[in-house]
């Protein structure tokens, strides 16, 4: 992936993946619903300005995927892909089509 910052709104595709429509925000990052353009497979991509993160948080994000990427169980969300540019990280997760957990309460 080239350096170059896109506006996350105007963003069309990330990699292999097509990105749709928004399905999270938060103060950092944005979550889009995606599709693997050879496999029609349907995932979460987290998007993640890396540009208002300090050296402790981006060192906490980078651990944390690192641990994830070892994961596997049922009732955890797989971590897929990272990709990165000098602004931007980008998360490829499976996509829970039920929404987050909390959210159901």
Known sequence: MSGKTVPVEKLVRVGYYELEKTIGKGNFAVVKLATHIVTRTKVAIKIIDKTVLD????????????????LRHPHITRLYQLME???TIYLVTDYASKGEIFGTY
Request: hydrophobic residues 30%.
């Open 55 to 70: 050296e402790e948080n981006l060192t906490k994000i980078f651990r944390e995927t690192a641990i994830l990427k070892k």
């Open 85 to 87: 540019t000098d602004q």
